[in-house]
């Protein structure tokens, strides 16, 4: 069975930074497009940032220049490095093991709480 275990969120105040991380727990990481996602309250679930097993990257209009993707294929995780976190930032954070850049695909982590707050 195929698990998405995500750790990182907490609390930061604006301005500051966090990383995130999702660890798949079998090598089907290796071929998967793993993508990070978030859902604010009353909010749909939107795309973050995503990224193919050969690093090719796709972000958010709001989150380009601030969070960086990346995965390390050897450990099986994807990170989020997230600076310059803004209130408007604040939302659960779910990864994610898809096909595609652009829309989700099957795998979801559990979800992580980013919250961004003075």
């Known amino acids: 069975q195929v698990q998405l275990v995500e750790s990182g969120g907490g609390l930061v105040q604006p301005g500051g930074s966090l990383r995130l991380s999702c660890t798949v727990s079998t090598n089907i990481f290796s071929i998967l497009v793993m993508g990070w996602y978030r859902q604010a309250p009353g909010k749909q679930r939107e795309l973050v940032a995503s990224?193919?097993?050969?690093?090719?990257?796709n972000y958010a209009d709001s989150v380009k220049g601030r969070f960086t993707i990346s995965r390390d294929n050897a450990k099986l995780t994807v990170y989020l490095e997230m600076n310059s976190l803004k209130p408007e930032d604040t939302a659960v954070y779910y990864c994610?093991?898809?096909?595609?850049?652009?829309?989700?695909?099957?795998?979801w982590g559990q979800g992580t709480q980013v919250t961004v707050s003075s």
């Open positions: 994610n093991g898809g096909s595609s850049l652009s829309s989700p695909g099957y795998y």
């Open positions: 990224i193919t097993r050969f690093s090719m990257t």
